[in-house]
């Protein structure tokens, strides 16, 4: 039934598809069906088929886009929302591609690898060194929203508490960083210095978010039933975030060059890669487990590997880690940003009483990260593109607004109700779309336009700026 | 609580790891939780975290093992029955590790991209030049362990009827082609006869096993219902396994070759390895649509694929196929054989009362294979091998006795009871661990033992056989 789709779509290469299940398998039932999963079988064809239409689509929209000269993750996006759009129309199939465990699992694994390639690129002396900006940029990005969105939330709904506004405001803080680091990425941009102060402050904007969260959600828990916020949770909170990036660095510093030269002696094939990635899988279970986002575990686990641990595979002649995570992370993380699009409820975009509302967030959204811009303390960097590079909201938005929607607040009549409502839902899900949407194509701008006043020491920045948009249009 | 294994494991590693997921997203609750799904954050973190456990125990146990001259796979496999042996002694987790859906699914596209990558290396006109040995090897092998099974069902169980003992001699039928395909490249003899041969043989070992499951479970479910086998259907599931392998043929004759001229047009990173995957994905789908293995399906989606379509790749400076597809390979495979040892059962080999039935099944299995040896055909090829490499059961045969567990004959007093009853599932799994675990030893001794009488022609293999085996030693 699901699967009436797919055939649908692939018609044309094999027309033998369509058959429906061999009807011995199928008539085993329930029994037999739980003794093929106990015996390994546990694989929906499906998943198959999905990841196959999923690789082509994603194939065929970054293609097209990036002939438009635009990022190819924007085709990726809007390939997405084109299959997703399908169901709209009443092709069956979609909803089970949208919400099917596995293919999100290895979207996500996706988007953990992306993070983890891009940490790799990045270095983490580097990192330091922009920390202020960073921790700058990130405070800034997370104030200025939030209070643009408070605003917005009393304006439009007053009939709405006060901790449901800051609720709101909260639902605009946090950054999500895939977008712009693939964007970034795709550019050949990661080493400049706007990469470095966007991925720090979108480190932290992960642990202020998280704190930001318990705040505010304890404090309507506590006003729910009675009594007062625990500021102790909250520290707690904020210690554990603090102790794993503190601890990762730790470990990157005093354990890493010890497992990999012990692990440098293996002669069996892949141990390279298969090591490395079991560290970035562990260091992102470690931060989903202290409540960050797995990612941020990923770019920490990128962040502290480095070449010169890798001596010993490098003198055998074997390629490099980056080299062999590639082929992994083309494979996968187009999935993430396919399965991104395809999550896409358009049908909010009809819901005209949201749009007032939305539009506003979407605009405090953006407006309220260009802030960041004022926030980099550094000389001769690219304010616009840290302040554009910050605009995506993605699926942390969404994660807030969802928590929203799980916590009741009593309302004037006493009336237990939830803090966001299905009417704020719906605006929330519209920001985070078009803040998704804009980013890439605004932010490739923002990297090729000069600044309008060269301060001195940038020249050479701007020149090399050029260089590389000359070599793009040359391509 | 499904998680404490892994921070008892990983103690040493990060002190701060056991501590509980956050309290403020937990609190988050059911619909927060949804809402989170939704918002693309499916993954459970354990997932990671099992993910790197297994990472880390496939290339340990395959390390251990490589440097004691066997096989690596032997090695995961091991490692995954130490692991499964800890839920023995009570270690939580390990259940969930077993059987997660995401992380079975994993595996299961990991056992994919091995046949993928198997046939890749393999070629579509050397495998129909073995085509009639293949087939001959093929019908052997099913033929005497079918009757071999029946008989020592009659033997073991005299009270079962006749469909019961047919049902287990059917069992004993289908070879499990993963593990031998994995010992074979990790020898590097895929190319030789022998290996052909073997693959090929699989690959109508399939369809063979599909028919006689279907005719068998048709005659119970027939003879349950007090009416008779419809030979129709069996024909038409025969008629769709051919009709699959043919249409793959021609597929890969008639489109193939444009579709990657077409492809090889676009300009976007990874397309050559995303569009390769996602075509075996494709056919391996559809395999499993008309009722075969998805392994059978991306091993013909490997074999129609040819160099000679990435033309406009290899002119770019891109990697080869095989070279961009093998670090995918290098991490998701060992995945599947970690996976394999984990569900091992060992506590199945403390019933005392099944030994007897398990034996007898295991060497009828063994000994039943070995008659394939005597059906190749062509001259100067590896008979022993052929035989040694066609015993592993694995998953096949354990799909076929969970579909008979799913089955009910009425017993002589009349009262319905299933065709596998728990004993004598128990004596199956015994049988699948056996000959899963024998066939890589065995299989490279086979490979490594010189024929005792070269046959005319066959003196430059066996030339060949030497100073590989000489070149391995001196690793």
Redesign the interface.
Request: include cysteine.
């Given at each position: 039934m699901t699967?009436a789709l797919?055939p649908t779509l692939?018609a044309g290469?094999?027309?033998?598809?369509a058959?429906?299940?061999?009807?011995?398998?199928a008539?085993?039932?329930?029994?037999?069906a739980?003794?093929?999963?106990?015996?390994?079988?546990?694989?929906?064809?499906?998943?198959?088929?999905g990841?196959?239409?999923i690789?082509?689509v994603?194939?065929v929209g970054?293609?097209l886009f990036?002939?438009m000269n635009q990022p190819?993750v924007l085709g990726e996006l809007i390939a997405g929302m084109c299959v997703g759009a399908l169901a709209l129309v009443g092709v069956e199939g979609v909803e089970t591609l949208r919400?099917h465990?596995?293919i999100?699992?290895l979207?996500?694994?996706g988007v953990?690898i992306l993070l983890f390639e891009v940490g790799l690129e990045s270095n983490l002396a580097e990192m330091l060194e922009v920390g202020w900006s960073a921790l700058l940029v990130a405070t800034a990005g997370v104030v200025a929203p939030f209070f643009l969105g408070w605003g917005i939330s009393a304006y439009f709904l007053p009939e709405e508490g006060t901790l449901g506004h800051v609720f709101i405001g909260a639902t605009l803080c946090a950054t999500s960083v895939g977008i712009t680091a693939r964007v970034l990425r795709d550019l050949g941009r990661l080493q400049t210095r706007e990469s470095r102060i966007i991925l720090g402050a979108a480190v932290i904007d992960d642990v202020l978010g998280?704190l930001i969260?318990?705040v505010v959600?304890?404090a309507i828990?506590a006003s729910a039933a009675g009594g007062a916020l625990a500021l102790s949770?909250v520290g707690l909170?904020a210690l554990?975030s603090v102790?794993?990036l503190v601890?990762a660095v730790l470990?990157g510093h005093f354990?890493v060059p010890h497992l990999f030269r012990g692990?440098g002696r293996?002669?069996?094939?892949?141990?390279l890669?298969?090591?490395s990635?079991?560290?970035c899988?562990?260091l992102?279970?470690?931060a989903?487990?202290?409540?960050l986002a797995?990612i941020v575990g990923a770019f920490a686990a990128g962040l502290v590997l480095d070449e010169a641990h890798f001596e010993n595979f490098n003198r055998r002649g074997e390629r490099d880690l980056e080299d062999?995570?590639?082929?992994?992370g083309?494979?996968l993380v187009?999935v993430?940003f396919v399965?991104?699009g395809l999550?896409v409820d358009l049908s909010a975009f009809a819901r005209w009483e949201l749009l007032g509302l939305a539009a506003a967030l979407t605009v405090a959204a953006i407006i309220g990260k260009q802030v960041c811009s004022l926030a980099v303390v550094e000389r001769g960097v690219n304010r616009l593109a840290v302040g554009l590079g910050m605009i995506p909201r993605g699926?942390v938005g969404?994660?807030f607004?969802?928590?929203g929607?799980?916590l009741t607040l009593p309302n004037a009549q006493g009336v237990a109700e939830p803090v966001i409502g299905p009417a704020v839902f719906g605006a929330v899900v519209i920001m985070v779309i078009v803040t998704t949407l804009v980013t890439p194509p605004a932010l490739k701008w923002g990297l090729q336009r000069t600044t309008p006043t060269p301060e001195p020491g940038q020249d050479e920045a701007v020149a090399e700026l050029g260089e590389d948009a000359a070599r793009r249009t040359e391509?």
């Open positions: 699967k797919l692939a290469l094999a027309g033998a598809c058959l429906p299940l061999a009807p011995v398998l008539a085993g039932g329930g029994e037999a739980q003794g093929g999963e106990a015996a390994g079988h546990g694989l929906d064809p499906f998943v198959l088929a990841l196959a239409l690789f082509v994603a194939k970054g293609e990036e002939r190819a919400t465990a596995v999100g699992a979207a996500e694994i953990i998280l969260l318990a959600a304890g828990r949770d909170i554990k102790a794993f601890g470990v354990v692990v293996f002669r069996s094939r892949g141990v890669l298969t090591v990635l079991a560290f899988f562990f992102a279970w470690v989903a487990e202290v409540g797995p062999l995570i590639a082929p992994v083309a494979v187009p993430f399965q991104m999550r699926e969404l994660i607004a969802g928590i929607a799980s391509l």
